[in-house]
């Protein structure tokens, strides 16, 4: 069964209600067995593995060691700052192809990740905290480098990750979020539950995962980091967005001036758009 948080239609867990009180029961009664089958169903992004960039190509490629994996990086122009950009679930760098190439041609330098289990990285299972560990590996790199980071773009589940960094890390940057699912964990017991499956296996899961990062996943929500958006912060949002309805992100900001819509452009499409690009590019030069 493949299932996807954030894109499409997801196939059913037998007849939704049977399949609800029969993944409850097995979480109650079962709780290691339930989880182990829990993080196969859960923690697999099914996203595309094998892509190539066919406007520019990087120029270098990085390969980060992660307690999950190896995190492939995919480097593009030359400069001694850096943008990094960062995916959601089930994606991979690829999808950013149109931007990278927009800003190689202003000069910048970009890293582009692949998340553990995704694109070029190693692994078939991800996780918020496996995002988040990558870019706080990525962003220790280029400061023993020194290569400083001025900005981080992040789209959907790379958004949430990125506002979990720690503030130190996000200072003095331009931090530009797209399609970001502030509603991150509700959205995912929905998803779930829309499929047949109970919630309090996915709560099995997020405790086992959490847990092992000597974290609490109530400690990720959006909500524990809306001080940051006193920091420069950008959102960009699609006001038809299914996966991640604005009006969570409204409700979110309270009022943050920094924010960029538009609409048709649905959670995905919107990372292709010309005029969004244009914007961007326009936040990150100002």
């Avoid at 109970?198 to 959490?210: A, G, M, N």
Wanted: aromatic share 8%; hydrophobic share 40%.
């Amino acid at each position: 069964m493949k299932f996807n948080y954030f894109h499409g239609k997801q196939q059913k867990f037998g007849i939704t209600q049977l399949g609800l009180a029969i993944t409850a029961a097995f979480a109650k009664l079962a709780p290691k067995l339930s989880t182990l089958v829990g993080k196969q169903l859960l923690l697999n992004p099914h996203g595309r593995r094998r892509y190539q960039f066919k406007q520019i190509e990087p120029r270098h490629e990085l390969n980060l060691v992660t307690s999950m994996g190896t995190a492939h990086v995919n480097l593009f122009g030359s400069s001694r700052e850096v943008i990094v950009l960062t995916h959601g679930w089930g994606d991979n760098s690829y999808s950013f192809e149109r931007l990278i190439q927009s800003l190689t041609e202003q000069g910048y330098m970009v890293a582009a990740v692949d998340h553990i289990g995704h694109g070029k990285s190693t692994g078939n299972k991800a996780h918020l905290l496996s995002f988040i560990e990558t870019m706080e590996i990525l962003l220790e790199h280029f400061e023993l480098e020194r290569i400083k980071v001025s900005a981080i773009v992040a789209h959907s589940m790379g958004a949430i990750a990125t506002l979990n960094l720690p503030e130190a890390s996000l200072d003095n940057k331009k931090i530009v979020l797209i399609s970001s699912p502030v509603q991150f964990f509700d959205l995912m017991f929905e998803k779930v539950e829309q499929v047949g499956i109970s919630r309090r296996l996915l709560i099995r899961v997020l405790e086992q995962v959490s847990g092992a990062y000597g974290r609490t996943w109530h400690q990720l929500k959006s909500e524990n980091q809306r001080n940051k958006l006193g920091m420069d912060v950008t959102f960009v949002h699609d006001l038809n967005d299914r996966f991640a309805p604005f009006e969570h992100l409204k409700q979110f900001i309270q009022g943050h001036d920094k924010v960029i819509t538009t609409e048709g452009l649905g959670h995905s499409k919107i990372l292709g758009d010309t005029k969004v690009i244009d914007s961007i590019t326009r936040v990150l030069a100002s």
